[in-house]
């Protein structure tokens, strides 16, 4: 597992959320690169299981407790602010918990996809203002799957995931204003998938003017 923390796409992408949204959303996605640095830091099992576990709880108790950790406390204040639950961001542990099995199965990687990608984008959503959109939940899915082939050293789950993925992205919806951010992501991810590609060059003049493409329309 290799660490993703300096994801120039995912950095414009959030850029294109409201103002007002743009701190909740970061400090979102910041837990969960959190925990995929949990993931490449982590040597054991066991270590791994409790350090997610403690992110658990600290997540869930944030609205109400506080504690000394500039990453939760800019959570909590989000999950007040955005009316999400830390109960839901404490339960994105569970889809990287998945990839502390070994050998990495189909499940480890549907449980992964469902755990992270959905709850991730929809929480997303509810932070930017529209949870309901038909979709997210599979956009998601694929996202997370795409994502994790290019994190993962594993060239056998590195494939499967990127086969798994497509299936998430059967066509090309049109995304709502709103939801661009994510839908900016979800264009490339799908772009990724279908190419099986070992590599990407991430901000790279073509693929940023994809995302600016689909920021203006949508699709």
């Known amino acids: 597992m290799t660490d993703c923390l300096a994801d120039p796409e995912r950095e414009l992408a959030l850029s294109y959320a409201e103002r007002q949204a743009r701190p909740y959303l970061r400090a979102l996605w910041a837990v969960d690169e959190r925990f995929g640095a949990i993931l490449a830091g982590t040597t054991e099992a066991a270590i791994g299981e409790m350090r997610l576990l403690w992110w658990r709880d600290a997540l869930t108790e944030a609205p109400q407790a506080t504690r000394a950790e500039p990453l939760i406390e800019a959570a909590a204040t989000a999950m007040r ?15 990287w918990h998945a990839l502390l099995q070994q050998p990495i199965e189909p499940a480890e990687l549907e449980r992964f996809a469902r755990e992270r990608g959905s709850r991730l984008f929809s929480l997303s959503a509810t932070i930017l203002g529209a949870p309901d959109w038909p979709g997210l939940e ?28 497509t299936a998430f992205f059967p066509g090309r919806p049109r995304w709502p ?15 990724d998938a279908h190419a099986g590609r070992t590599r990407r060059r991430q901000g790279s003049p073509g693929r940023v003017a994809r995302m600016a493409w689909h920021r203006l329309t949508g699709r």
């Open 81 to 95: 602010e955005a009316g999400t639950s830390g109960a839901d961001w404490g339960a994105m542990t569970e889809g």
């Open 138 to 165: 599979d956009a998601g899915q694929g996202w997370a799957l795409t994502d994790l082939a290019y994190r993962i050293t594993d060239g056998g789950v590195a494939a499967e995931a990127r086969a798994r993925a």
């Open 177 to 191: 204003r709103e939801l661009r951010p994510l839908g900016a992501l979800t264009v490339l991810a799908r772009r």
